[in-house]
């Protein structure tokens, strides 16, 4: 949830009511990415905001993507997981990772370069907390013994997994959690992940048939031409990737995801979609082929799009896309 140039509360507002919406069309699921001390994340405690969304929407699932896990006490952490699973009968995501920018973890005083020991570590403990009815723990970071754990998720023994791949090495963590996983990179790299998925999937032996959802995101507008589309998508992109790149700019380095000032690359790379709901169809089916992805993220919601312009995405998509996808 980034800054969308309008006051904050009128933000959140318009975001429960976008996805009141799409609880009403049938989408399957609303992730939050966490961000701290930049305008990229305007929900940086995004369980907060996930309490409302808990109560403002009946069907839709929902969580973030994930908790940097380093900057929350596990414990605590615990407790949240199960109020807001209960708090919407079952219908939480728990999407996890170690905080990919060394600016936002840093500004909590956690070392980014602890991350890839201390990740695991909390995963694994939340886990085993989230089983149990007293949490003992003992590891490099974090030490427990014989804390109650009187709260308990719907979805036992935790709630699904979610994590988000850049590169087919981590397919291979993924894969050993039995997480469902998202990627922004285009097509071909997006294949390569999910193939190195499924082999990993294969080599822990587990039925192909039990496979969870493997997915990429993508920036998606929609207007009922391609003209005004691309005019909205383009002026939304150039606020966003600024806001992407803004404390790497101003630590003097460069965001290393490559991504382009303007959207245009990313339209022909068909990592990105503005255009018409008719033409989107044929969009998702090539994205579907060419990638071997089983779900679809749709950012219908970036840089300064207004309410209504997400809205406009979020209706076609119910109406004209949804339905013929529904089987």
């Not at 966490?34 to 929900?43: I, K, N, S, V």
């Not at 009946?58 to 908790?67: H, V």
């Not at 909205?232 to 150039?238: C, F, V």
Request: net charge negative.
């Amino acid at each position: 949830m980034d800054d969308a140039g309008v006051p904050l509360g009128q933000q959140y507002e318009s975001r429960l009511q976008l996805l009141e919406a799409c609880d009403r069309y049938g989408f399957h699921a609303y992730h939050l990415a966490e961000h701290h001390g930049t305008p990229l994340g305007m929900a940086p405690s995004p369980g907060i905001f996930l309490a409302a969304v808990a109560q403002r929407t009946k069907r839709l699932r929902f969580g973030p993507l994930g908790y940097s896990l380093p900057l929350y006490h596990p414990i605590r952490l615990i407790e949240e997981i199960c109020m807001l699973d209960q708090m919407s009968g079952g219908r939480f995501e728990m999407g996890v990772g170690r905080g990919v920018s060394p600016f936002e973890v840093g500004f909590y005083g956690v070392n980014h370069a602890d991350g890839p020991r201390q990740f695991p570590e909390a995963l694994q403990l939340i886990k085993q907390g989230l089983a149990s009815d007293e949490l003992t723990f003992s590891g490099e970071f974090y030490s427990f013994k014989n804390v109650p754990m009187l709260l308990r998720p719907v979805q036992g023994p935790f709630p699904p997994i979610w994590y988000g791949v850049l590169s087919p090495e981590a397919a291979y963590w993924a894969a050993s959690e039995k997480a469902n996983f998202v990627t922004l990179v285009p097509p071909e790299p997006a294949r390569a992940i999910i193939q190195r998925y499924k082999l990993e999937w294969a080599k822990f032996g587990w039925a192909e048939g039990e496979l969870p959802l493997m997915g990429v995101t993508r920036h998606v507008v929609l207007a009922e031409t391609t003209a005004a589309a691309l005019g909205i998508a383009e002026r939304a992109y150039r606020r966003w990737v600024k806001h992407m790149e803004l404390l790497w700019v101003q630590n003097g380095t460069k965001l290393p995801l490559g991504l382009p000032p303007e959207i245009g690359p990313l339209l022909v790379a068909r990592a990105a979609f503005a255009g018409t709901a008719s033409d989107f169809k044929g969009y998702l089916q090539d994205q579907i082929s060419s990638t071997g992805a089983n779900y679809f993220v749709c950012d219908v919601a970036f840089g300064d799009l207004t309410s209504a312009e997400s809205m406009q995405t979020v209706k076609l998509l119910g109406e004209e896309v949804l339905p013929d996808f529904a089987r």
